[in-house]
């Protein structure tokens, strides 16, 4: 059987469809390799090696978007190649070369080892991009169990701090419960799907199309231990989003786990969780029944409480973590959307997307703002960024801009799309909830925002600002975050080939 | 699809946002006024050429200079269309003679961090060219969002007492009326069918398959209380007092005369001749609203008033009642007088901001009990207000009166006792402004006026001062006395968008 396998795939030379993932791989291996061969002074270019490496993927990637493979499956089904995986690969690509530059600003200040982290970095993206195209349940939960063990070791990573170390654990218990309700929805999947006594049993009950197959047999969708499984993988998958009722993990974690990594959790993570939602959604549409309703709740539910909850936040990655649920509860808007409007599909993508570009100018300032206690950023360390330093306030503003949907940004432009999906879907109900979650939002948007610019440091905030070092912006750091904030407000203006991407569908 | 290096439209709504963006980069500071010059004089230029060529113009489905440009979002029905007709004509030069004058008034201001306010104002000035001249209904919203966050961002940084406060008020309720209204565009949008943002098509494919009754009242709904709260429509109208009276004069000026019209503009051109059916539920609901809340209840507010800009800002709110009632009567007449009213009450509400502006550098202070006697002072600046006070109470000779007397022409068709309510408040307006001349210039002086005013007295208005205020006042008197300029386009567009006179009279 395995010689089979590899005899096919050598025959076909499969491996050419993950160059990518398999590119990233041999960059973490070699980033370990050069830290033992280089000598001490010369290790502060690795991260560098890293970015540089990514970078030539991202372009490998983009040249050969239209590859050969598109559209058909490849290792034995294990993986399946679509338009939506190529565009999520590019995402999760961009996502981790940011990872990447924001942790070269971000672990300087705090003595812990430096390569592991961007090794780390790099495994979880490959795992990422391989979860966006699996087509199998093995394949799905190998990959998304490298991202959550790699995560594990990613929010503990500043060792020396109680939060980080407190959020670890948190999540480490938070993931292991989540990963255990996927597994038993799909060991109930698989048993339900198997069952020679059921019409339509198939022989693959782990692989997508034949579980497709069995559930859109006879009423299958209805049987009680399908519809528990369906579910249950839904929980699953809706820790990782931080969707409602599986969010609580989050403003902790967001606090404790080094500020990149609260990044790559805030962006990486949840697309992740979005891209399988798709894929899913497929797999499970006879179930539709069953999951349009569920995922309708889910979506209000975490408009509501993310909003709500974000209000009352004085610790800004709290404050995003919960701002960052409510962006689930959009999306999710859009994803319950694309059962029956294609065009939803596009309208996420470009969603997360512009979340992605927005959320990494914001992160981007805070790498900057914070001080030698990671977990302590309070917004009254903001007051008067607009006088200290002008370029992180003006990126700030676009990034907190872009978040709270305020044209002609890039995040208006995808709550844009994603309403227009939900209307022509006709939920109008969710649609009057996502209203008034931008509403609330605005407030604790415009708070920082009015902390960074309409505020000046009190009494207090004189104090941290003396005892944290001036603010100073790298030239690397300064590109990569004009080009953030610029992106964001281009996209609003000129959607170009995305807003093609959208229209299409 | 005509594509020529020159259009007016494009040009006006480009120059100012590529001023801003140049400042943005880091111009230096001589260089950044200079051009600043150039930001919002262009569009003013370009908004007079444009009226003078309009008529006898070529037209296309009743817009001239019409143009289309995509951005990538043809697919979805979107495409950035320029035109303009009888509606949006007037507003259009109205937004380009604010914006000079604010401008102007900006830069002589001597405002602290001047560079960053003349790029926001310039990028305010970009939107409100860009609402008017857009035929497309999602870039019409786009811009006028363009042109409301720097809003929030001059009143926060650069505003007077309870800044923050009235900066975060003014965000909130304006991003919920704009969040209403996207959902009744998007509404229209997907109820109506058409694969169209574009209101050319829109139109035309609502007129051969309209929208079922109920539908048309939810849309207008939405979209009334979405505009509603965006043209402060009582109870929705707190925002605009707090909010006018912390901004800082040219963004007071710029918003109060221009971009609050947006609503009314999208009532008019949008909501009311694609959505007959709606019109006919709501029409007494908000003549009510807008004549007992608007126009009384806020009236006699206005009449308490000690801050004087404070005093405009309501006053603003209640001259929307009179807007509001025109939109409620539903005929050409009534929307002809609205767009009358609009072009005048902008002009003379920047005006007044402006002079009470001028008359707090001369005195320190706003409230009114502390100033008097001003006009021996400054006679000038007296001359102006009294003035611009004439204009907004709608005395004939000024642009204010043709706006109210078609309006309670059309309100006297609708209804008679709503006309007889609303003329009540041609008195109670009488009454506030002309007290507030009293008050500011005539009379004895105070003694905490004489205590300001010791070390350094007020002088007359400069030069710099004069012009945007001989701009606004210049244009006032042009269209109180001779209306038609503005008038013939705009019964053309209306006689083919609302029912005939007689119809409307019938109902």
């Not at chain 2, 003679?97 to 790029?119: N, P, T, W």
Request: aromatic letters at 12%.
């Amino acid at each position: 059987m395995t010689t089979d396998l590899l005899q096919q795939a050598a025959a076909s030379n499969q491996w050419a469809a993950i160059f990518p993932e398999l590119s990233l791989g041999c960059l973490a291996l070699l980033l370990l390799g050069l830290e033992m061969v280089l000598p001490k002074d010369n290790q502060r270019q690795i991260p560098l090696v890293a970015l540089v490496g990514q970078a030539g993927i991202l372009v490998g990637l983009l040249i050969n978007f239209y590859t050969a493979t598109l559209d058909t499956e490849t290792f034995n089904s294990l993986l399946r190649h679509t338009h939506q995986g190529q565009v999520m690969r590019v995402f999760f690509l961009v996502a981790s070369l940011l990872v990447t530059m924001l942790g070269m600003i971000s672990l300087p200040k705090q003595k812990v080892p430096r390569v592991e982290f961007y090794h780390i970095v790099l495994v979880i993206s490959a795992a990422m991009m391989l979860l966006a195209q699996s087509n199998h349940f093995v394949m799905l939960f190998v990959a998304l169990e490298t991202v959550t063990v790699g995560f594990y070791i990613l929010v503990s990573y500043f060792r020396t701090s109680p939060f980080s170390l407190e959020a670890g654990l948190k999540y480490l218990v938070m993931g292991a419960l989540s990963s255990g309700l996927l597994l038993f929805g799909i060991a109930l999947l698989y048993g339900v799907a198997g069952n020679p006594a059921l019409p339509g049993h198939t022989a693959e009950p782990m692989g997508f199309s034949g579980l497709h197959s069995f559930l859109a047999t006879g009423a299958n969708a209805h049987h009680f231990l399908a519809a528990s499984g369906v579910l249950l993988v839904l929980a699953g998958i809706a820790f990782k989003i931080g969707a409602f009722p599986f969010q609580i993990w989050i403003p902790d974690v967001y606090q404790g786990a080094p500020t990149p990594v609260t990044a790559f959790l805030a962006v990486g993570s949840k697309a992740a969780g979005f891209a399988v939602l798709f894929n899913l959604l497929q797999v499970f549409s006879p179930c539709s029944w069953l999951l349009v309703p569920v995922i309708t709740v889910m979506a209000a539910a975490t408009i509501l409480f993310g909003n709500f909850a974000a209000l009352t936040q004085h610790n800004v990655k709290r404050l995003l973590g919960l701002s960052g649920v409510s962006h689930a509860g959009f999306l999710l808007l859009g994803v319950v959307a694309s059962v029956t409007v294609p065009m939803a599909v596009g309208a996420v993508h470009f969603y997360l997307f512009a979340y992605l570009l927005a959320s990494f100018a914001v992160f981007g300032v805070m790498a900057h703002v914070a001080g030698a206690n990671d977990a302590d950023q309070e917004l009254d360390h903001y007051a008067g960024l607009a006088k200290t330093n002008p370029f992180l306030a003006a990126v700030l503003v676009i990034g907190l801009g872009s978040l709270a949907g305020i044209p002609p940004l890039a995040g208006f432009m995808g709550k844009l799309f994603i309403f227009v999906a939900a209307f022509k879907a006709g939920h109008y109900g969710l649609l009057g909830v996502a209203i008034v979650g931008v509403v609330v939002s605005i407030y604790y948007y415009f708070g920082w925002i009015k902390a960074a610019f309409f505020e000046t440091p009190t009494a207090s905030g004189d104090e941290c600002q003396a005892s944290r070092p001036q603010i100073s912006v790298g030239l690397v750091a300064r590109v990569v975050l004009t080009l953030l904030a610029m992106a964001t407000v281009v996209l609003g203006f000129y959607q170009g080939p995305l807003g093609v991407w959208v229209a299409l569908r | 699809m005509i594509h020529s290096l020159y259009d007016p439209l494009l040009l006006s709504i480009a120059v100012p946002l590529a001023v801003a963006v140049a400042i943005a980069f880091g111009l230096p500071k001589r260089w950044s006024v200079r051009l600043a010059y150039v930001g919002f004089a262009a569009p003013a230029l370009l908004a007079l050429c444009v009226w003078t060529r309009y008529a006898g113009g070529p037209q296309d489905h009743g817009y001239a200079f019409l143009t289309h440009y995509n951005t990538g979002l043809s697919g979805l029905g979107i495409t950035l269309t320029l035109g303009l007709n009888g509606i949006s004509l007037p507003l259009f030069v109205l937004a380009s003679l604010v914006g000079l004058a604010a401008g102007l008034y900006a830069i002589q201001s001597g405002a602290e961090r001047l560079k960053i306010y003349l790029m926001l104002l310039l990028v305010m000035q970009a939107g409100l060219m860009g609402v008017f001249a857009s035929v497309d209904i999602f870039f019409f919203y786009f811009f006028h969002e363009l042109a409301l966050i720097p809003t929030f961002i001059m009143v926060g940084v650069w505003g007077g007492r309870d800044r923050t406060y009235a900066a975060m008020k003014l965000t909130i309720y304006l991003t919920l009326g704009a969040m209403l209204s996207l959902v009744g565009l998007i509404a229209l949008y997907v109820k109506s069918g058409a694969t169209s943002f574009d209101l050319i098509t829109l139109r035309d494919y609502l007129a051969a398959h309209p929208l079922g009754e109920t539908v048309q009242k939810n849309i207008f709904g939405l979209l009334m209380f979405g505009f509603g709260i965006l043209v402060s429509l009582w109870p929705l109208h707190t925002w605009a007092p707090l909010g006018y009276g912390a901004a800082p004069s040219s963004a007071a000026m710029l918003h109060a005369g221009v971009l609050k019209k947006f609503g009314l503009y999208g009532l008019i051109q949008i909501a009311l001749p694609l959505l007959p059916a709606g019109v006919g539920h709501w029409s007494h609901p908000l003549a009510l609203l807008a004549v007992v809340g608007n126009v009384l209840v806020i009236g006699l507010i206005t009449m308490a008033q000690r801050d004087l800009k404070q005093m405009i800002g309501y006053s603003s709110v209640m001259h929307m009642g009179y807007a509001f009632l025109g939109v409620a009567c539903f005929s050409a007449l009534g929307a002809g007088g609205v767009v009358l009213l609009m072009v005048a009450h902008g002009l003379s509400v920047a005006l007044l901001f402006l002079l009470a502006t001028s008359i707090h550098h001369r005195t320190h202070t706003f409230d009114m009990d502390e100033i008097g006697g001003l006009a021996q002072k400054t006679p000038v600046l007296a001359a102006f207000f009294v003035a611009a006070t004439l204009a907004s109470i709608g005395l004939p000779g000024f642009a204010n009166f043709w706006g109210e007397l078609t309006i309670f022409i059309a309100l006297w068709h609708f209804s008679p006792l709503y006309a007889t309510l609303a003329v009540i408040g041609v008195v109670i307006s009488a009454i506030y402004g002309l007290r507030a001349v009293a008050r500011v210039f005539f009379g004895p002086s105070t003694e905490a006026l004489s205590q300001v005013t010791v070390a350094n007295p007020p002088a007359d208005l400069r030069w710099s001062e004069k012009i945007p205020a001989l701009i606004l006042l210049a244009a006032l008197l042009f269209i109180g006395f001779w209306p038609k300029s503005l008038s013939t386009p705009l019964n053309a567009t209306l006689a083919a968008a609302y029912p005939a006179p007689a119809q409307a009279a019938a109902k």
